[in-house]
Each structure stands twice: as structure tokens, then as C-alpha cells.
């Protein structure tokens, strides 16, 4: 079973429309990410959670909102979606016991979102 | 904030070959450094790392390098293969176990092993 789970894997949804991206893990990592990877882009930072209580804005938080359910949840919510949201979304989690300077973040296989 | 400047964005070579992708990143407080290779239909996943107190690091055919007065690191690739075709993308962070905002990403390189 995969460690970083996304569901849905693609969404077709209209402009105004509320979605929810959610992400579940079971590597028991305290630290979750979104990202979302638009062509010729590369990954952005969308938001970020230290721990259940801890959320943080990243580089391009406008027209998100996000929810920590539970150490293994994390989830991206477009309250009114717009076009330009279409894109490829990534959950990614990782372990601050790693080591102090960085480590590893393991991605989720992602989730294509289309907003018409 | 950082800023992942990644060349170039689409690389061909002949199997066997070498090739080679550049970064540079502007805040120099920047401590680790990950490359990630991205298959069709996949999520990124870690191929190297290396942090500011390394110059070089090898895995195999993979190799890092690191030039923080320049403020540039470049991955190495040796005696390409088929399954070596796959977008890479370049990453910095300012560290605190995954970083403190996490990952500032390069835009990524296609790279395209020819036969």
C-alpha cells in the first residue's frame, strides 16, 4: 500500500464549486505539505503543518484553505474554484527527525484538478 | 524569499552519455539541497540530497555538487539509461528538518534519453 495516499486522483469541476483535495499518510510523519505543479513551473508551496495544531501559509496560499483532521490527515479546500486553480496538487509529508539541516519529502501520486 | 533558477528545461541525450542540470539559488542561508525525479503520472521522488556543509556526493551513477560561494549546485548523471527519462527538479530549503516553509522548487528539466 502506498505511504502518501491523495484522493480524488482527478477532479472535473465547475467554476464557484467547493472542493476538498485530501491527503492521508501512514509514515506517522508530523509534517505535511501541499504543493501544486502547474507546466513549466515546477511545485509550489500552497500551505504547510508543523503538527495537528500547527498550519502555516506558503508562497501561494490565495483561494485555499486547508485542515489538519488528525497527524495523518491533511486536507486542501478551493471554496470557490476559479480556473486558473486548474493544476496538478501534491501531498507531501516529512520527518523533522531526519536530521536538523533537511530531509526527505516523500509526494502522494497526485491529484488532477480541472476547473471549467 | 528563495528563488531556484534550473537549466535547462529540456535536455536529449544519447544513451550512455552524461548529462548534467544546473541550479542557482539566492538566499544564501539555504542549507539543503535535494534533486527529485518525477515519472509520468508519479509524484516527485528523492533521488540525491546534499547539505551546506558537503561539497560532493555520489550515489552510483548519480552525483551532487555543490558551490555555495557561487551559490550553484548541479546534478551529474553518468552512463545514461532508458529509464533515466524523467523530469528533474532541483530544490532548496532553508532546512529545520524539511525546511521551515518547506521546498522552493527549480521548474524542472525534461530529460530524454535517445537511443
Known amino acids: 500500500d502506498a505511504d502518501v495516499t491523495q484522493t480524488p486522483r482527478n477532479r472535473i469541476t465547475k467554476t464557484g464549486k467547493r472542493i476538498m483535495l485530501e491527503c492521508s499518510q501512514t509514515?506517522?510523519?508530523?509534517?505535511m505539505y501541499w504543493y501544486r505543479q502547474d507546466p513549466g513551473l515546477g511545485l509550489r508551496l500552497i500551505y504547510y503543518?508543523?503538527?495537528?495544531?500547527?498550519?502555516n501559509k506558503g508562497e501561494i496560499s490565495d483561494g485555499y484553505s486547508v485542515s489538519r483532521q488528525a497527524q495523518a490527515k491533511f486536507s486542501l479546500s478551493l471554496e470557490s474554484a476559479i480556473p486558473n486553480q486548474t493544476a496538478l496538487y501534491f501531498c507531501?509529508?516529512?520527518?523533522?527527525?531526519?536530521?536538523?539541516?533537511?530531509?526527505?519529502?516523500?509526494f502522494g501520486p497526485g491529484t488532477r484538478l480541472t476547473v471549467l | 524569499g528563495e528563488n531556484v533558477e534550473q537549466h535547462p528545461s529540456t535536455l536529449s541525450v544519447q544513451e550512455g552519455d552524461s548529462a548534467v542540470i544546473k541550479c542557482t539559488y539566492s538566499?544564501?542561508?539555504?542549507?539543503?539541497f535535494p534533486w527529485y525525479k518525477q515519472e509520468l503520472g508519479k509524484g516527485p521522488q528523492l533521488i540525491i540530497d546534499?547539505?551546506?556543509?558537503?561539497g560532493e556526493k555520489k550515489d552510483q551513477r548519480i552525483a551532487v555538487t555543490l558551490n555555495k560561494t557561487a551559490k550553484h549546485f548541479s546534478l551529474h548523471i553518468t552512463e545514461t539509461q532508458p529509464e533515466d527519462s524523467a523530469v528533474y527538479f532541483c530544490?532548496?530549503?532553508?532546512?529545520?528538518?524539511?525546511?521551515?516553509?518547506?521546498?522552493?522548487f527549480g521548474k524542472g528539466t525534461h530529460l530524454i534519453i535517445q537511443p
Open positions: 538566499d544564501s542561508a539555504s542549507n539543503y
Open positions: 507531501a509529508t516529512s520527518d523533522p527527525a531526519g536530521g536538523p539541516q533537511g530531509n526527505e519529502q516523500f
Open positions: 530544490a532548496a530549503s532553508l532546512g529545520s528538518g524539511g525546511g521551515a516553509d518547506g521546498l522552493t
Open positions: 503543518s508543523f503538527d495537528v495544531k500547527d498550519i
Open positions: 546534499i547539505r551546506s556543509n558537503v
Open positions: 509514515k506517522g510523519h508530523d509534517r
